[in-house]
């Protein structure tokens, strides 16, 4: 069972930036798609952004160029860059990692981390 740990999360102004970052356990972190998602209280868990074990890249329409997806496969860290922050972007953050390359499908997930963007 992987374990993944989100760091990075906090409260922020609109305008300002924040990196997430997630930490896979175990090996073989390459192959597998990594994903971004993020739930706000009462709502479904919606998907921010996918990086394939291809380095292929999607992101949701809502955070399209202010958010970037990459990874550092030598380091099993999995990383999300978040500028100009928006209030609507305030959510729970998590961590998933996926079944096989893609980006279809769940997986596993880390236990979220805070992001709070308020005056």
């Known amino acids: 069972q992987v374990q993944l740990v989100e760091s990075g999360g906090g409260l922020v102004q609109p305008g300002g930036s924040l990196k997430l970052a997630c930490v896979a356990s175990g090996n073989l972190f390459s192959v597998y798609g990594m994903a971004w998602y993020r739930q706000i209280p009462g709502k479904t868990r919606e998907l921010v952004a996918c990086?394939?074990?291809?380095?292929?890249?999607n992101y949701a329409d809502s955070v399209k160029g202010r958010f970037r997806i990459y990874r550092d496969n030598a380091r099993n860290t999995l990383y999300l860059e978040m500028n100009n922050l928006k209030p609507e972007d305030t959510a729970v953050y998590f961590c998933?990692?996926?079944?096989?390359?893609?980006?279809?499908?769940?997986?596993?997930w880390g236990q979220g981390i805070q992001v709070t963007v308020s005056s």
């Open positions: 990086n394939t074990g291809n380095a292929l890249t």
């Open positions: 998933n990692r996926k079944t096989d390359r893609t980006c279809i499908g769940e997986g596993s």
